[in-house]
C-alpha cells in the first residue's frame, strides 16, 4: 500500500511532504509508522532518519495512531479572543480525552492547532476536511454528537 | 449556455461554510426543482463576500439584493416570495440600529469605503469557471504583456505602479523581479507563498479560493518579467479548497492553451505546480518555504545568499505573496498610473485586511492604503460588538504590535505603522475590547511563537522560552522588579540576534503592550491584580452577603467543594482551595457573586509564607 503511493510521485527527495501526506491521509488510523517511514527511505534513497526529521517538524504528521476523525480546534489570537478555551474545555469533558488524545472506541483525536484561516468565524475547529465556525459550547457538543451517530 | 433571468450568487468562502452555505445551496437546488424554476435560476457558487460576520450571505442580481445570516428554512421563502412573486424578503435583509433597511449590496455601509482590486472579483464570479474569469477582463493582461512588452517593460510597469510585497515585508516588488531578471541563470523559478499562517490574517485563503485564476494570471506576468519557466504555490495543508480551486485553474488554464508551451503564440512557456505545506509557521518565511518545497524540514537559512541569487535548488528564485500576485493583472489592465493615484507617498494601491476579534462586522475588507485605523475599525468594522469599548487593535499577527486609541487616526501605511512599533505584516487586524488584559494577550502571542520556533537558532529558541516564562510568572500572581526591564533587554537582543523574520519579530508584542500599556504590567507585578480579572491568579470570587438568598446552589455547583455556610448565614467562598472555575457565578439566581480584581488577600499571605519557607531551606 505504501508502496504503490510512493510509487505515483518520481522518486524524488522534494515529494517527500506529499507522499507522507498521502500516507498518513489514507490510512484508517491517520498516522505514518515506523514501517512506513522504511519502504518511503528506501523509494526515495534518503536516510530513514532524515525523513523521520522532516516527518516530526511537521505538526500535521503523526507518529501513533489517531481516531478515525481528527478534530484540530484552532488556538490562534483571534479564536482565543472569542473564548476558544472554554470550547476546548467543554470538548475534553464531552470527549473524555485530553488534548492530543483518542478517544477509546477510536473514534475522536482531540488536537489544538494554529490558525485555520477563518477567523471572521472565530472560534472555529476542523474536523478531518470540514470546517466549523461560530462555535458555542452548546453547538460543538452536538456537532461530535451528529458524528458519533453518523458512524 | 441558456440566458436565465436571476442569477443567485451564495458565498461559499470558507467563512460561510463554516456556518452553513453548502446547505443552503443544497436546498435551493430542491426547491428550484419542485417548483420547475431551474431553468429560470442560476445558482453561482462565489468565493468570499467579506462580511463574514453576516454570513451565510447571499446577492441576488439583477437587483444585486443582499440576504445575510440565511438559513435553510428561507430558501422556500426567497423562492416564492423573491423569485416568484418579485418581492424581495425584507426580514433578511441588512438593518442598523436605527433600522434603516439596506436592500442592496452596493448600500451595505461594510462596502462603502472598499476599493477592490485584487479581491474585485471574490464573491462575484464562480472561482472553478475560466470562462467567468475571462469575462471579467481575466488573461488579458497576460495577453497583453506577452505580445506587446519585454521583460523589462513588465518590471517598469510594477516599479512605476509603487507595488510592494503583501505578504509583510513590503520590500519593493519591483526590485526582486530586477535582480533575477538580471540574473543570468539558465534556470529560474517563481513561487507564490501561501503558506499563510498569521492567526488572524485569512486574504491569502480567500483569494486562492474566490479567484485561482488572478493568482496564477499574476505569477505568469511575473514569471515572464524575470525570465522564470516554472514556478510552484505552496500552499499550507489547512486551506484544502484553496489547494483544489488552484489545482483546478492550473487545469483549465492549460486545457485552453493559456498555460504551456508559446502562449498567446510568443515565444513564453509556464508551467506550475502545487506544493503543500504539513503545519508549520515559520514556512511562510521564504528560505524555510523554500527548504520544505525541496521536502526537507523547513528551517530558515542565513541571507545572503538571498532566494533571489541562490534559491530553490540554487536557482534564482523569486518568492510573492499571493495577494501581491492577486494585484498584477489589474495593475497592467488600467495602468501603472491609476495603481499609483490609491494610496500614500511610499505606499500605493490597496491593501485587504482581515477584521477580526471583537469588532461588529468581522471580514476581510480591501481598502486603500494610508485609510485611518478609525475609519477601518468603526465605519467599514461597524465599530465594537456587543457595547464594549475599544481598548487596543494588533495589527500584523505574532509579528505586529498592538496600537491604542491615541493612534486611531494613523494612516494605515507600511512607514506609519513601522514607527510606531506596529506592522502591517500580511493584513490582520484583531480588535480588542477593554475587558481583555494586555499582558494575558502579549503572552498568548509569545506562546504562539514558541510553539512554532523552527529552533534553528538560539536567540529565538530559548530567548522566546525565557520571555514566555517571565509572562507566565507575572501572570500567575510570582512578577518581580525588574522583569519588565528584563522583558525589554530579552525582547531587544531576540530581535537583533535572530535567523529569520520569525525571531525577530516575536518579541514585537510585549514590547509594545510594554510601550502603551506599561501600567498594566505594573499592577500585575506590584498590586498582584489585574483589572480586567482575565488572570486568574489575580483575580478572585466573591459572595456579596447583602444579596445572597442562602440557595446553596453555588456550594452544591462547586467542583472543589470550596462553599460554605447556610441560609441565615449566606454562604462565603474559602479562597484557598478555589480552582476559579466560575460555576458559582453561573449559577446564582441572583447575580450576588462576582468576580474582584486582585489576589486575595488569605492567597497572597500563603503564597508569601511558601516563598520565605522555600528561602529558608535554601539558606
Keep these: 500500500m505504501t508502496l504503490e503511493i510512493c510509487r505515483k510521485y518520481a522518486p524524488n527527495k522534494d515529494n517527500l511532504i506529499q507522499i507522507l501526506h498521502e500516507i498518513q491521509d489514507t490510512h484508517p488510523q491517520h498516522y505514518i509508522s515506523a514501517a512506513a517511514v522504511d519502504i518511503v527511505a528506501e523509494y526515495l534513497h534518503v536516510p530513514a532518519n532524515h525523513i523521520y526529521g522532516v516527518l516530526t517538524f511537521y505538526t500535521m504528521y503523526s507518529t501513533t495512531p489517531r481516531g478515525r476523525n481528527i478534530i484540530r480546534l484552532c488556538e490562534s489570537p483571534p479564536c482565543y479572543i472569542k473564548g476558544s478555551d472554554n470550547i476546548l474545555r467543554r470538548l475534553k469533558t464531552v470527549l473524555g480525552v485530553g488534548t492530543g488524545e483518542t478517544t477509546k472506541d477510536g473514534a475522536f483525536t482531540l488536537e489544538l492547532c494554529a490558525c485555520l484561516g477563518v477567523c471572521g468565524n472565530a472560534p472555529v475547529m476542523m474536523i478531518n476536511d470540514d470546517v466549523y465556525g461560530d462555535l458555542t459550547e452548546e453547538k460543538v457538543e452536538e456537532i461530535v454528537n451528529k458524528i458519533r451517530g453518523a458512524k | ?36 424554476l431551474v431553468n429560470e435560476i442560476n445558482i453561482i457558487e462565489t468565493g468570499c463576500m467579506g462580511p463574514c460576520d453576516y454570513g451565510p450571505v447571499m446577492v441576488i442580481y439583477p437587483e444585486g439584493i443582499f440576504y445575510k445570516k440565511v438559513t435553510p428554512e428561507d430558501v422556500e421563502e426567497i423562492v416564492s416570495d423573491h423569485f416568484i412573486k418579485g418581492r424581495p424578503v425584507a426580514r433578511l435583509m441588512l438593518q442598523d440600529e436605527e433600522e434603516k433597511t439596506f436592500s442592496t449590496q452596493k448600500e451595505v455601509p461594510f462596502y462603502q469605503k472598499q476599493v477592490k482590486v485584487a479581491l474585485a472579483n471574490c464573491g462575484y464570479i464562480d472561482p472553478e469557471s475560466i470562462d467567468e474569469y475571462i469575462a471579467t477582463g481575466g488573461y488579458e493582461a497576460l495577453g497583453t504583456v506577452l505580445t506587446t512588452m519585454s521583460p523589462q517593460d513588465a518590471i517598469e510597469v510594477i516599479k512605476k505602479s509603487g507595488l510592494r510585497g503583501r505578504g509583510g515585508g513590503g520590500f519593493p516588488t519591483y526590485l526582486k523581479w530586477q535582480m533575477v531578471h538580471d540574473n543570468q541563470a539558465e534556470e529560474k523559478y517563481i513561487i507564490c507563498n501561501g503558506d499563510e499562517g498569521d492567526p488572524g490574517a485569512f486574504m ?369 467562598i474559602n479562597q484557598l482551595p478555589c480552582v476559579k472555575c466560575g460555576n458559582c457565578m453561573d449559577v446564582c439566581p441572583v447575580k450576588a457573586v462576582t468576580k474582584v480584581p486582585g489576589m486575595h488577600p488569605e492567597v497572597a499571605a500563603k503564597r508569601l509564607a511558601e516563598t520565605k519557607l522555600s528561602h529558608n531551606y535554601d539558606e
Design chain 2, 204 to 572: 491569502d485563503r480567500s483569494l486562492l479560493e474566490g479567484d485561482p485564476h488572478r493568482i496564477l494570471e499574476g505569477m505568469m506576468i511575473s514569471a515572464f518579467a524575470m525570465g522564470a519557466t516554472s514556478g510552484f504555490f505552496y500552499i499550507r495543508a489547512e486551506y484544502p479548497l484553496a489547494i483544489k480551486r488552484i489545482k483546478h485553474a492550473i487545469a483549465q488554464a492549460k486545457e485552453l492553451g493559456l498555460m504551456g508551451r508559446s502562449i498567446f503564440g510568443s515565444k513564453f512557456s509556464f508551467d506550475a505546480e502545487v506544493r503543500t505545506g504539513a503545519g508549520a509557521f515559520v514556512c511562510g518565511e521564504e528560505t524555510a518555504l523554500i527548504n520544505s518545497i525541496e521536502g526537507q524540514r523547513g528551517n530558515p537559512t542565513p541571507k545572503p545568499p538571498y532566494p533571489a541569487v541562490q534559491g530553490l535548488w540554487g536557482k534564482p528564485t523569486v518568492v510573492n505573496n499571493v495577494e501581491t500576485y492577486g494585484n498584477i493583472p489589474t495593475i497592467f489592465l488600467k495602468g501603472a498610473d491609476w495603481f499609483a493615484s490609491m494610496g500614500t507617498e511610499t505606499s500605493k494601491g490597496t491593501k485587504v485586511f482581515a477584521l477580526t476579534g471583537d469588532i461588529r462586522n468581522t471580514g476581510l475588507v480591501e481598502v486603500p492604503m494610508g485609510i485611518t485605523l478609525r475609519e477601518m475599525i468603526f465605519d467599514v468594522g461597524g465599530g465594537m460588538s456587543g457595547g464594549h469599548k475599544f481598548k487596543a487593535v494588533q495589527l500584523g499577527g505574532p509579528s505586529g504590535g498592538c496600537l491604542t486609541t491615541q493612534h486611531l487616526d494613523v494612516p494605515v501605511d507600511y512607514e506609519s505603522l513601522k514607527e510606531r512599533g506596529a506592522m502591517m505584516g500580511s493584513g490582520g487586524v484583531i480588535v480588542m475590547n477593554d475587558e481583555k488584559c494586555m499582558v494575558n494577550v502579549a503572552k498568548f502571542f509569545m506562546d504562539f511563537c514558541v510553539d512554532e520556533s523552527c529552533g534553528k537558532c538560539s536567540p529565538c529558541r530559548i530567548g522566546l522560552k525565557q520571555m514566555l516564562d517571565i509572562l507566565t510568572r507575572i501572570d500567575s500572581g510570582y512578577g518581580k522588579e525588574g522583569d519588565i526591564e528584563e522583558l525589554q533587554r530579552l525582547g531587544e537582543a531576540i530581535s537583533k540576534l535572530s535567523l529569520c523574520g520569525l525571531g525577530q519579530s516575536a518579541p514585537n508584542p510585549v514590547l509594545s503592550t510594554i510601550r502603551f500599556f506599561r501600567e498594566e504590567y505594573e499592577s500585575h507585578i506590584r498590586d498582584k491584580s489585574c483589572a480586567t480579572k482575565v488572570c486568574l491568579d489575580l483575580m478572585h470570587f466573591h459572595i456579596d452577603k447583602n444579596r445572597c438568598i442562602g440557595c446553596s446552589l453555588c456550594a452544591k455547583k462547586c467542583p472543589v467543594s470550596c462553599i460554605s455556610g447556610s441560609r441565615d448565614e449566606k454562604y462565603t
Design chain 2, 1 to 36: 449556455m441558456s440566458l436565465k433571468r436571476i442569477d443567485l450568487l451564495i458565498c461559499c468562502g470558507s467563512g460561510c461554510v463554516s456556518s452553513g452555505a453548502l446547505k443552503i445551496k443544497e436546498r435551493f437546488h430542491e426547491v428550484l426543482q419542485e417548483k420547475g
